[in-house]
Nanobody, 115 residues
Framework: QLQLVESGGGLVQPGGSLRLSCAAS????????MGWYRQAPGKERDMVAT???????NYGDAVKGRFTISRDNAKSTLYLQMNSLKPEDTAVYYC?????????WGQGTQVTVSS
């Protein structure tokens, strides 16, 4: 069983920063692709950023230039550094892993950007 546990969410003011973490266990961390997705109330789940097993990254248009995805294979941890946060970034952020074409998800962590 692959387990993904997100942390680091919270309340932040517009223009502020947060760093999300996703700790993985149960599988060899370095062997699969991972990503961050988010879902706001009443909206579909959207891709925020992805990173391959070799470190190749991809970002959703809404976060390019503001967010950075990274992974520390030694710690089996995925990160999302979020800068210049906007109210539109408010959502539940989910950690994702792709293993043999199957999507695994964490429980999500709430990010709220508001004054």
């Amino acid at each position: 069983q692959l387990q993904l546990v997100e942390s680091g969410g919270g309340l932040v003011q517009p223009g502020g920063s947060l760093r999300l973490s996703c700790a993985a266990s149960g599988r060899v961390f370095s062997s699969y692709s991972m990503g961050w997705y988010r879902q706001a109330p009443g909206k579909e789940r959207d891709m925020v950023a992805t990173i391959s097993s070799t470190g190749r990254t991809n970002y959703g248009d809404a976060v390019k230039g503001r967010f950075t995805i990274s992974r520390d294979n030694a710690k089996s941890t995925l990160y999302l550094q979020m800068n210049s946060l906007k109210p539109e970034d408010t959502a539940v952020y989910y950690c994702n892993a792709i293993v043999m074409s199957y999507n695994y998800w964490g429980q999500g962590t709430q990010v709220t950007v508001s004054s």
